[in-house]
């Protein structure tokens, strides 16, 4: 694709993702390394590739002035990349960049954003076994409904000590459960007594390609007035891959439709394990709850490097950085005075959106941990010729909720901490600790006895949520953003 005064016709969508260990938010399936071997026609590939990939960076990404003057066209794309980013450093760069990424197949890129990814339905959270240890245990914190974990018999709370009868080590846990195997046997452990006991239990799972339904369940609760709509949503996503319609916002539409027919007063939206996505759908959910809201009502507002934001107001206007919310039948803001969103450190980006941009129209109350902290979405950016088969996602635009906040980099500290356990409950179980404590806070206990403090000490190596593409990111659609001029 060569340089012209036109923005390039690209394929481009955002997600706003927030990623919480910084090193799982980055290429997993980034394949290629630099050799000690370049042959002059893969140094020829590598710069016209590089080519491509510094020409979109210059007009996009959001720290343009900040990529080196003369980059070095001769690496491997992926570290050519990495190369030209104003890369996040606690002392350095604060203010820094800590989630563009770049994936060697564009077609892998855009199924994960959209859901679709070889799986086996685990989702998992890694810890140390104890503190000091260098074993490791993933603990199961959902299993994907009809996927090939669920048809094994997973459930949440399963806790995996071996893969394929290797123990799970701070050294290996990356190759064991990261390293793109189809077959995997999972040697499980369980608490007994306090203690975690290895067992003679082993589930036998294959990876297979599989589309993830972001809708995962829902719920009523009643008890006295107050009937309780409660939603556990794990990604935004629109539809399913290869699919243009709208397939899963029309499904939490129908959910709404049906918390209003029931008469809903209270709402519990669980974004514990949502790494955020699609913006659209982000204002779809908001535009279901928000109070006193209407089509020109802004959720959330947008900032763009100051080179091209010039070019897209003179070609779209004002109204480009502006995401008002949407005219909803089904919205039950009348019937709220209050939403509780319950997070965990995975809560992030579109999620965190839902945060920032229904504050200023309603109370909202979150319960569990802090979340992850990116107020910055991102792109997806393909070669429309086709000759290029890379995809990247640089970081493109700063996000402010309508009273222009957003300082909530380093997370939304919880209103009311309560931390998920070593034994997990199911979710939507009464009992569960963060869903319980929301009900205690709207019932007054009528519903169910609060839940003890319950949480553990094991230190965090990060989940399996947070290495998805499509985890800790905004995706605003951008099929239209193409004649924009630039300057020459």
């Known amino acids: 694709m060569t340089h012209t005064p036109l923005l390039k016709p690209v394929w481009l969508s955002m997600t706003l993702l927030l990623v919480w260990l910084l090193s799982a938010c980055q290429r997993e399936t980034d394949l290629v390394e630099p050799t000690t071997n ?10 016209t590739i590089n080519k491509w990939i510094l020409e979109n960076m210059r007009d996009y990404y959001y720290w343009n002035d900040k990529i080196p003057a003369s980059p070095d066209l001769t690496l491997a794309p992926s570290d050519f990349f990495d190369s030209l980013l104003y890369t996040y450093s606690a002392t350095a760069a ?6 563009s990424w770049i994936e060697e197949n564009a077609d892998d890129l855009s199924a994960s954003l959209s859901g679709e990814s070889t799986t086996t339905g685990l989702e998992f959270m890694l810890y140390l076994r104890s503190q000091g240890s260098t074993d490791v245990i993933a603990q199961v914190l959902y299993v994907l409904p009809n996927s090939p974990a669920a048809r094994a018999g997973f459930k949440r709370g399963d806790i995996i000590s071996k893969v394929n009868g290797q123990p799970i080590t701070t050294t290996n846990y990356a190759s064991l459960l990261y390293s793109g195997a189809t077959n995997y046997s999972f040697g499980l452990a369980e608490v007994q007594n306090s203690a975690l006991v290895d067992t003679d239990k082993t589930l036998s799972v294959t990876a297979t390609v599989f589309q993830a339904n ?14 309780v709509g409660y939603l556990v949503y794990n990604q935004f996503v629109p539809a399913p891959n290869n699919s243009s319609g709208t397939e899963y916002d029309d499904q939490v539409d129908a959910i709404f439709s049906n918390f209003k027919a029931r008469g809903v007063n209270e709402l519990i939206l669980d974004l514990r394990y949502n790494p955020g996505g699609y913006t659209s759908s982000s204002a779809n959910l908001a535009s ?8 020109s009502s802004v959720y959330f507002r947008e900032e763009w490097n100051s080179t091209l934001t010039p070019y897209i107001k003179q070609e779209y206007g004002d109204e480009f950085f502006v995401q008002r919310f949407l005219n909803k039948s089904q919205n039950i803001g009348g019937n709220l005075q209050r939403v509780f969103v319950l997070t965990t450190d995975g809560t992030a980006s579109s999620s965190e959106l839902i945060i920032n941009g229904l ?8 319960i569990g941990t802090t979340t992850y902290g990116k107020n910055v979405g991102s792109i997806t950016i393909v070669d429309d010729s086709g000759k290029i088969k890379w995809g990247m996602q640089p970081i493109v635009f700063k996000s402010f909720n309508s009273q222009g906040q957003s300082d909530y980099s380093a997370g939304f500290a919880p209103s009311i901490e309560v931390q998920e356990p070593l034994v997990l409950k199911p979710l939507g179980d009464i009992t569960e600790p963060l869903l319980n404590e929301a009900l205690y806070q709207i019932t007054g206990n009528r519903l169910a006895r609060r839940a003890v403090a319950t949480g553990h000490s094991l230190p965090a190596l990060g989940s399996s949520i947070q290495r998805k593409a499509g985890g800790g990111r905004m995706i605003k659609s951008l099929t239209a953003f193409k004649t924009a001029k630039l300057p020459q």
Request: proline share 7%; net charge negative; hydrophobic share 30%.
């Open 38 to 47: 370049t042959t002059v026609s893969n140094t020829a590939e590598n710069e």
């Open 94 to 99: 604060p203010d820094g960049d800590r989630f």
């Open 214 to 227: 972001p809708v995962f369940l829902d719920s009523i609760y009643t008890a006295g007035t107050k009937t």
């Open 288 to 295: 279901l709850i928000g109070k006193n809201i209407s089509t």
């Open 359 to 366: 504050r200023p129209y309603m109370t909202v109350t979150t």
